[in-house]
């Protein structure tokens, strides 16, 4: 079933879902960042009040016994570490004139309970009147700061926190936009060409270049599309060539019983038509229990059973079973071991394994030449190896040799041996190479250290 592509045309837009996810994260960011400024601006600036007004009362503590005596007049004590220090009688409250020493006056400090941070009368924004009282028997102990404010100790700084929100939210929302939609153009080109690839058109690129993991994902989708292009002709090839599969059998079969129907043939010749039916029935039953078995396979509903087995024993096995076929082409199957051996495996699903690679061995082997069955063990690894002396595999054959949809022209049968083999080997956790020369062609299995042991079959 194919994937239908949206005809409707992309609006022509930058706020597209990638930008806008880029947009409300940062904003999300913003906003974040700027909660935690304010935050710690309200923790700074308490801190800071708290240090100021602690340093006060330390030095004030000195005044406290000058202010002891009853009657003291209202004075200026004096000024230490920036603090001007001055006593307020209860009788006289209002007598020194404290505007020419600090930027305040007296109504100012009357309002003032304990302590308090009032604005100056400098005319500066950030100049600021620490105050701060302490009531005595006879009168009040004050103590007078002018501080000017830093950045984060001025209550202004929302104010300015607020403006730079505003500034990225005028200047730098263009960028953003602009830089997603950079981001998300590519995004959607490659969207329409995998659209436009699901409906089989193989001739759109998705080829970019932007220097980035976006190239990267542009070039291993050109690297699928051209993986499934090549699957799909070798579908086509495959359907075509099973197909001609089953239509020679079918073919005879015809043919043999309308010869038989019409008594075109005598009794004795019409057992030898029977016996061409039979075989081609055989041979077509054969082709659908290997396609079933193939689908089973890659549909995960082939059961394997597992089991020690005598490798000796299977691989001998597999040779009876084709000595038949050796002998007719003169072949000759020599067989070598290093040693006795046993494997974990489904002995049918193994068996099937062998017998393949010997059939296809003694297939491409010239008359009256030998094929050898090697194994040995090295580095832990267990390696069976099937070799025979024809001519070579193509450099397209060694590519697709395992692709269940590839026939070789110098295949007779239908194609699926070598993968269901695949299927096998890959359940069975065995690794396979092919190696091919023009002296010899080598399928090997290799059989790693858990899977086997080379303890003498009992």
């Given at each position: 079933m194919s994937v239908i592509a949206s005809t409707a045309r992309e609006p022509m837009i930058m706020l597209n879902r990638i930008t806008t996810k880029i947009v409300s994260r940062l904003f999300a960011a913003f906003a974040i960042i700027l909660f935690l400024i304010m935050l710690a601006t309200i923790f700074i600036d308490l801190s800071l009040k708290n240090t100021q007004f602690s340093q006060m009362e330390t030095v004030m503590n000195e005044y406290k016994d000058d202010v002891t005596e009853s009657n003291l007049?209202?004075?200026?004590?004096?000024?230490?570490?920036?603090?001007?220090?001055?006593?307020?009688?209860?009788?006289?409250?209002?007598?020194?004139?404290?505007?020419?020493?600090?930027?305040?006056?007296?109504?100012?400090?009357?309002?003032?309970?304990?302590?308090?941070?009032?604005?100056?009368?400098?005319?500066?924004?950030?100049?600021?009147?620490?105050?701060?009282?302490?009531?005595?028997?006879?009168?009040t102990l004050i103590g007078l700061k002018l501080v000017n404010a830093t950045f984060f100790g001025n209550s202004d700084i929302y104010r300015y926190l607020l403006i730079i929100l505003l500034f990225l939210i005028v200047f730098v929302t263009p960028i953003i936009l602009w830089s997603g939609y950079q981001i998300s153009k590519p995004i959607i080109k490659l969207k329409k060409d995998a659209l436009a690839v699901a409906n089989g058109d193989y001739n759109r690129s998705f080829t970019l270049k932007t220097h980035d993991e976006i190239e990267e994902l542009s070039n291993a989708m050109e690297y699928m599309k051209k993986q499934l292009e090549n699957k799909q002709e070798l579908q086509q090839e495959f359907i075509a060539g099973i197909s001609h599969d089953f239509k020679t059998p079918l073919a005879v079969i015809e043919s043999s019983i309308e010869v038989l129907a019409d008594n075109l043939v005598s009794e004795d010749e019409q057992a030898e038509y029977y016996n061409v039916i039979t075989n081609e029935i055989k041979r077509l039953?054969?082709?659908?229990?290997?396609?079933?078995?193939?689908?089973?396979?890659?549909?995960?509903?082939?059961?394997?059973?597992?089991?020690?087995?005598?490798?000796?024993?299977?691989?001998?096995?597999?040779?009876?079973?084709?000595?038949?076929?050796?002998?007719?082409?003169?072949?000759?199957?020599?067989?070598?071991?290093?040693?006795?051996?046993?494997?974990?495996?489904?002995?049918?699903?193994?068996?099937?394994?062998?017998?393949?690679?010997?059939?296809?061995?003694?297939?491409?082997?010239?008359?009256n030449s030998n094929v050898e069955i090697n194994v040995s063990s090295s580095h832990k690894t267990l390696t069976i190896q099937f070799t025979n002396y024809g001519d070579p595999l193509t450099a397209e054959e060694k590519d697709n040799i395992w692709n269940q949809y590839y026939k070789s022209n110098k295949s007779s049968g239908s194609g699926l041996g070598l993968a269901i083999a695949k299927y096998i080997m890959d359940n069975h956790e065995f690794t396979y190479d092919v190696f091919s020369n023009k002296k010899a062609t080598t399928f090997s299995i290799h059989i790693p250290e858990a899977k086997y042991t080379n303890k003498k079959t009992p």
């Open positions: 007049p209202s004075q200026i004590l004096g000024i230490k570490n920036g603090v001007l220090f001055l006593f307020q009688n209860n009788q006289s409250m209002h007598s020194l004139n404290v505007s020419q020493y600090i930027a305040t006056d007296w109504q100012t400090i009357d309002g003032v309970t304990e302590k308090e941070i009032v604005a100056s009368n400098t005319g500066d924004p950030f100049s600021y009147i620490y105050i701060l009282k302490q009531p005595q028997a006879t009168g039953d054969t082709l659908v229990n290997t396609i079933l078995d193939l689908s089973m396979m890659q549909e995960g509903l082939y059961t394997f059973h597992y089991a020690p087995l005598s490798l000796d024993n299977i691989l001998m096995t597999t040779i009876e079973s084709v000595q038949i076929l050796a002998q007719e082409k003169g072949v000759t199957l020599r067989f070598n071991t290093d040693n006795q051996y046993r494997i974990i495996a489904d002995e049918t699903a193994i068996t099937r394994v062998f017998y393949n690679f010997l059939d296809n061995a003694i297939k491409h082997s010239p008359k």
